[in-house]
């Protein structure tokens, strides 16, 4: 399974981007889908979540209300709007696939990962 990583760029603080992943290859029947980020001289940590109904959805408290994960199963595709952007955002934002239909938060559950697309928000 690859897991590729787009839109990431350069925003300023308040603004908004949408970080895309698409999947390919030999994908499990059912998967959760969930997104992570490294800031620089930081620990990798879980922002998001999804699971294979696109139903449930686990967010990181310092995202919630402000970030919004989606997928297309269709297209094997999950998405990440990011609003109301901050400083602390700036990471490189990785997405991971899971051989588990339910949304989980711990790296170590998840079996693919992406690239990861650099985010920069100026203050």
């Known amino acids: 399974v690859q897991l590729q990583a787009s839109g990431g760029g350069l925003v300023q603080a308040g603004g908004s981007l949408r970080l895309s992943c698409a999947a390919s290859?030999?994908?499990?029947?059912?998967?959760?889908l969930g997104w992570f980020r490294q800031a620089p001289g930081k620990e990798r940590e879980f922002v998001a979540a999804v699971g294979w109904r696109g139903r449930y959805e686990l967010y990181a408290d310092s995202v919630k209300g402000r970030f919004t994960i989606s997928r297309d199963n269709a297209n094997n595709m999950v998405y990440l709007e990011m609003n109301s952007l901050e400083p602390e955002d700036t990471a490189v934002y990785y997405c991971?696939?899971?051989?588990?239909?339910?949304?989980?938060?711990?790296?170590?559950?998840?079996?693919?990962w992406g690239q990861g697309t650099l985010v920069t928000v100026s203050s």
């Open positions: 991971a696939m899971s051989n588990t239909a339910v949304a989980v938060t711990t790296g170590s559950r998840y079996n693919y």
């Open positions: 290859g030999r994908i499990h029947i059912s998967y959760s």
